[in-house]
């Protein structure tokens, strides 16, 4: 007889979505985190669609801790000298309120707080050193020479799941599998950055960038977020580039970033409160662990439920829909009492019948077109002097504009088959 | 900002009884790159006089030097019972 029903480790948006579910379901359920409290030790670029966490807590927008729904939605090329944006506005995006800039350590800590009321237990500060097996089967974890048991154990560590990697579930991180975050956290005062970013109150900006501008080749993306009284602003930098350069420090990136001149500005005055750094996954469906086996199953970013097409950055949605389904697995499994491979495999048609794993099919690849000199570099550069030729007057005969775009391009060494080829490449894979 | 400044408006619980990464100082000392020293955003490995140092006590639990060492100098554990980095925003 297993002390619980089920062991849940970690208690992100993963770990609390399940145990939230499961603790609903009057199943006796154990969360684990080994930060104290919850979610100081998580850290996020900062956007939650939060569509999926509406099922286990219906009007979650009211009590949860978020900063700011995102009304301005912008993608940015950042040159050395110019910035070029695609600045989205709609009352769409006031109406129908999807996205909100959250915090991790205020949303974390709220979110283990609902799986406490929900009938979880919820145990802080204490670090899960492995999962305890029997003949071959997730009976439990341990810690410290103690052993608690469970039907099934399921596995929300975050991006760097070392209890999976530990016991062979999950195979060790490598270059192609993730990216470096760094992030910086200003506080400006609320009226400021509602004047500064043309935002009434409540309302926020959100924006991610293309750093075409970095020394040696690096590839990196910015992103800046708008909170209630702060601003989230910080960089990814792709592994294996900041391993090719070897020259230049993965902090220095962000002070290369947030001293730019069209970024400077938004920052300027803000007292910095914080800084943070984290692997964010990168590697979609090729980096995926197997999702499930006898006793235990994977969810949220340990599965690799991550993705950017540099546009659109999704994350802790992922983490709480994938929870959420590794919770209903277990809710399905325990009718039979069967915890084996074959029953938690269900697990995984939930999640190729969920958003969750349509997208990491859709955007397979994706990686290779976020990750190319094509977008860091021949992009923002031909808009720039697209850009310039438009707007600076000289005095000198205008082209049209289709002229002007091939300057650019045969400028920028773009009118090449193989360029083309990348540009249809990179349009179907996003 | 200097990488030292921004580090000082962190919280630690530092656990003075346990280094949750280790490191292999001969494996360092016969390192061809030490990609560790610019892939760490919180400088815990700095080369000294040619000599790697590193120090834990800064560590912001990223994982990305478990990672970015190819040489298999790098040892990485979670920290134990609440110790380590406490963010106040995340």
Not at chain 1, 57 to 86: G, H, M, Y
Not at chain 1, 108 to 134: C, F, P, S, Y
Not at chain 1, 251 to 264: C, G, K, M, Q
Not at chain 1, 307 to 323: E, R
């Amino acid at each position: 007889m297993s002390e619980f029903d089920a062991i849940v480790i970690g208690a992100g948006p993963a770990g609390a979505s399940a145990a939230i579910r499961l603790a609903s379901s009057k199943k006796n359920v154990l969360l684990v985190e080994k930060s104290d409290p919850p979610g100081s030790k998580n850290v996020s670029g900062g956007v939650l669609w939060g569509n999926g966490l509406s099922t286990i807590i219906p009007d979650w927008e009211k009590s949860a801790p978020v900063e700011r729904f995102v009304d301005t939605k912008s993608v940015a090329f950042l040159t050395q000298d110019s910035k070029i944006a695609i600045d989205f506005s709609s009352r769409k995006l006031q109406q129908k309120k999807t996205g909100y800039t959250v915090l991790r350590a205020k949303l974390d800590q709220w979110l283990a707080r609902k799986a406490k009321e929900a009938g979880a237990m919820v145990i802080n500060g204490v670090t899960v050193e492995k999962l305890h097996m029997e003949n071959g089967k997730v009976t439990g974890v341990e810690q410290g020479g103690d052993v608690i048991t469970s039907d099934a154990v399921i596995l929300c560590e975050g991006a760097n799941p070392r209890v999976a990697i530990d016991s062979g579930l999950h195979k060790r991180l490598s270059d192609n599998d993730v990216a470096l975050g760094v992030k910086e956290v200003f506080h400006l005062p609320e009226n400021t950055i509602n004047e500064r970013f043309h935002l009434k109150s409540g309302a926020g900006f959100a924006c991610e960038y293309v750093l075409g501008y970095l020394q040696n080749g690096v590839e990196a993306g910015g992103f800046l977020y708008t909170n209630k009284d702060s601003i989230s602003v910080g960089i990814v930098v792709s592994m294996s580039h900041l391993r090719e350069n070897n020259s230049t420090h993965s902090y220095d990136l962000i002070e290369s970033f947030t001293s730019h001149p069209y970024i400077a500005p938004l920052l300027e005055g803000g007292d910095m409160q914080e800084y943070s750094a984290h692997i964010v996954q990168e590697g979609g469906i090729g980096s995926m662990p197997k999702l499930y086996g006898n006793g235990y199953m994977i969810a949220g970013d340990s599965a690799g439920f991550s993705f950017s097409n540099g546009l659109v950055l999704q994350g802790m949605n992922y983490a709480i829909d994938s929870g959420i389904l590794a919770a209903d697995t277990f809710i399905a499994a325990s009718d039979g009492k069967d915890y084996s491979e074959n029953s938690l495999k269900s697990y995984q048609d939930r999640l190729e019948a969920s958003y969750v794993m349509k997208d990491m099919r859709t955007f397979k690849g994706i990686e290779n077109v976020t990750w190319s000199p094509f977008v860091h570099k021949k992009i923002p550069a031909m808009l720039e002097s697209l850009m310039l030729n438009l707007f600076m007057e000289e005095g000198k005969p205008k082209r049209h504009m289709t002229g002007m775009l091939l300057d650019a391009m045969s400028e920028n060494d773009m009118l090449k088959t193989s360029s083309i080829m990348e540009a249809y490449r990179m349009m179907r894979r996003m | 900002m200097k990488i030292e400044d921004r580090l000082s408006v962190l919280n630690y619980k530092t656990d003075k009884s346990y280094a949750h990464i280790t490191i292999k100082p001969d494996i360092c000392e016969t390192c061809p790159d030490h990609f560790c020293t610019f892939a760490c955003p919180a400088n815990c490995y700095t080369l000294i006089e040619g000599k790697l140092n590193f120090k834990y006590e800064d560590c912001v639990e990223c994982g990305t030097c478990d990672l970015a060492c190819a040489h298999g100098s790098v040892t990485w554990t979670n920290t134990k019972g609440a110790h380590g980095i406490k963010y106040k925003f995340g």
